[in-house]
């Protein structure tokens, strides 16, 4: 046993990296497939001790989204930069983690009188579950709306996490990617209440705090991460922020058109989403109007007031295209070749 | 408070009821909030609580053999919190602190120089941690049963009442373990945290002060 005598890290020296990973998701382009959510489930939280925790997670919004609630659990900054406090999601607003009666059904011959069921983890009939509201969305017929709004920890530049551990278990490395040391971690969870995204789970089990490590061995190889690496839809662009060439930075930086969920949670996150252009809404003699389905108001409750800019841009943009012109932005989210988006994260895993 | 002499096997001690407990005299302390603006440091985050550490009172006993010393401690707390079902549940627990220098301060759990030992007991667990700290947020946790600390428990009729035991003398860990020798002046302070209000870390009850130990011979 080493004798421990180390002066106490500042948060400042924790929270500091030399260069920023970000995330660029393209809202309009994703269809809620999940195989982002599975990518990542499988690589990283297919334990008996993690079945609740999804890292990586697509919801319907509007909805509760996931974890359940999870913007009105608290945490993360007011406007002076003043830490608030947060809630603990339980296991249910985690998503539980169902069984079902497979043998019954399947293998006992009972498939015509007995249905598939799940049961919660804490027993019974489940309460809630991930995805649970998932296509329900808003407004009425003849516009009703939803997106799909896919999460992974923000990996923020200011990360309420790591302000809140009380034993200085998590820090970002030099790229930017925040991390619970397990070995220091102590299952306190002032993280899972500070972070206002509730992207940190608890495992139970292990009495620890878990979250998305970003892939990191990956990174490390030059593969990008799971999610962003499955993704069938193309709706993903990873790199650093200040790299001049990569994706994340034109459409974040140079175009503007990729921003932050939830700006004002204060803890300048850096998964950015290109935000959703829908269809036209019907008025109230069937005409198309030029208004978009998704009220301003709504878009704005998630994205803050940058997103009217950001779809002035793409609504400009994608009618050039339209009416037979350029329009680089477009070519941009088009990207033919997926190797396009992923900057120098382009190696293949195995 | 005395820590008297009395010649029974170490394994009766380690029954919170036995009738011994009734031959050493118990000290009740005073428990406060830890004054959280103490870890701001640390968190600011954990330094808004305003709702920790509502235990206000823990009784304590404490005998020896000659071989080991037993630690009987006793305290209030409606509802027994013994293990974590759902991720925003917390368990009950207690510590006691020894300082391992002259200048130690309890409050502070010791700092770079002047460390402390804590034998630490959590209601979910079967085996206590033997804790060193130098300060807040330096505390680490060793095997309680490689150091040669035991512990019992019981909670009965809204109270909890733990045991623990170790070796007068520490072992190989001599320079970071605390050492107990009859006519030696110890001292021990108090932890607690109650699961069920959401205690843990710093958030926990605590005495201010060392407590003077007289180890009779
Ligand atoms: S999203 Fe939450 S867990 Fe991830 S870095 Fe930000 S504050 Fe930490
Ligand atoms: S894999 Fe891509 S398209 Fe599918 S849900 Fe995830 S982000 Fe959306």
């Known amino acids: 046993m080493k004798m421990l005598n180390k002066s106490i890290p500042t948060k400042q020296e924790l929270m500091k990296s030399d260069r920023q990973i970000a995330t660029v998701i393209d809202l309009n382009k994703c269809m809620g497939c999940q195989s982002c959510t599975v990518a990542c489930k499988n690589l990283w939280t297919e334990r008996d001790d993690a079945h609740h925790m999804r890292w990586m997670s697509v919801a319907t919004a509007p909805g509760a989204l996931y974890p359940r609630d999870f913007e009105k659990k608290g945490g993360g900054y007011d406007k002076s930069g003043n830490p608030q406090p947060g809630d603990l999601p339980s296991l249910v607003d985690c998503g539980d983690a169902f069984t079902f009666n497979h043998q019954e059904v399947f293998n006992e011959g009972n498939a015509q009188n007995r249905k598939l069921e799940p049961t919660s983890a804490l027993g019974g009939s489940p309460e809630w579950g991930y995805n649970w509201d998932e296509d329900q969305g808003k407004g009425e017929w003849p516009n009703p709306y939803f997106f799909y709004l896919p999460r992974k920890c923000n990996h923020c530049s200011h990360p309420a996490c790591v302000d809140a551990c009380s034993r200085n278990a998590i820090y970002k490395r030099e790229d930017g990617v925040v991390l619970i040391d397990q070995d220091k971690c102590e299952g306190h969870r002032h993280c899972v209440a500070a972070c206002p995204y509730k992207m940190v789970f608890f495992n139970p089990a292990k009495e620890k705090s878990e979250k998305c490590i970003e892939c990191f061995p990956r990174l490390d190889k030059g593969i990008a991460t799971a999610c962003n690496r499955q993704c069938p839809g193309r709706t993903r662009a990873m790199g650093f922020l200040d790299d001049e060439n990569s994706l994340v930075h034109k459409l974040v930086e140079k175009y503007k058109v990729a921003i932050p969920l939830h700006p004002e949670y204060g803890t300048s996150p850096n998964v950015f989403y290109v935000p959703p252009m829908s269809p036209w809404a019907f008025d109230s003699d069937d005409e198309l109007t030029d208004k978009m389905r998704i009220p301003d108001s709504v878009l704005e409750s998630y994205f803050g007031k940058e997103v009217h800019k950001a779809l002035a841009i793409l609504l400009a943009e994608r009618e050039k295209k339209k009416s037979g012109g350029d329009s680089a932005l477009m070519d941009l989210l088009i990207s033919r070749k997926w190797q396009d988006r992923f900057a120098e994260f382009t190696n293949h895993p195995v | ?217």
Do not use: C
Request: zero cysteines; a negative charge.
């Open chain 2, 1 to 217: 408070m005395k820590v008297p002499y009395i010649n029974k096997q170490s394994d009766h001690f380690l029954d919170p009821h036995n009738e011994l407990w009734g031959q050493s005299g118990a000290g009740q302390f005073d428990l406060v909030p830890t004054p959280i603006t103490m870890v701001e440091h640390l968190s600011t985050f954990m330094a808004m609580s305003t709702e920790h550490g509502k235990v206000d009172q823990i009784e304590s006993r404490i005998a020896h053999n000659g071989k080991k010393i037993s630690v009987h401690l006793s305290w209030e707390d409606k509802t027994r919190n013994d293990e974590i079902r759902d991720l925003d549940q917390f368990v009950d627990g207690v510590a006691v602190l020894f300082p391992l220098t002259d200048q130690a301060d309890p409050m502070t759990m010791g700092d770079e120089k002047n460390p402390v030992n804590a034998w630490f007991w959590r209601a979910n667990m079967a085996e206590p941690f033997d804790v060193i700290a130098h300060g807040f947020g330096s505390s680490q946790r060793r095997s309680g049963k490689e150091l040669g600390l035991s512990v019992a428990s019981v909670h009965e009729n809204g109270r909890w009442s733990v045991v623990f035991q170790r070796a007068l003398r520490a072992g190989m860990f001599s320079d970071r373990q605390v050492s107990f020798a009859p006519d030696k002046v110890a001292g021990i302070s108090f932890a607690v945290w109650d699961g069920g209000n959401d205690d843990r870390s710093a958030q926990k009850s605590v005495s201010v002060e060392w407590e003077p130990l007289e180890i009779e011979a």
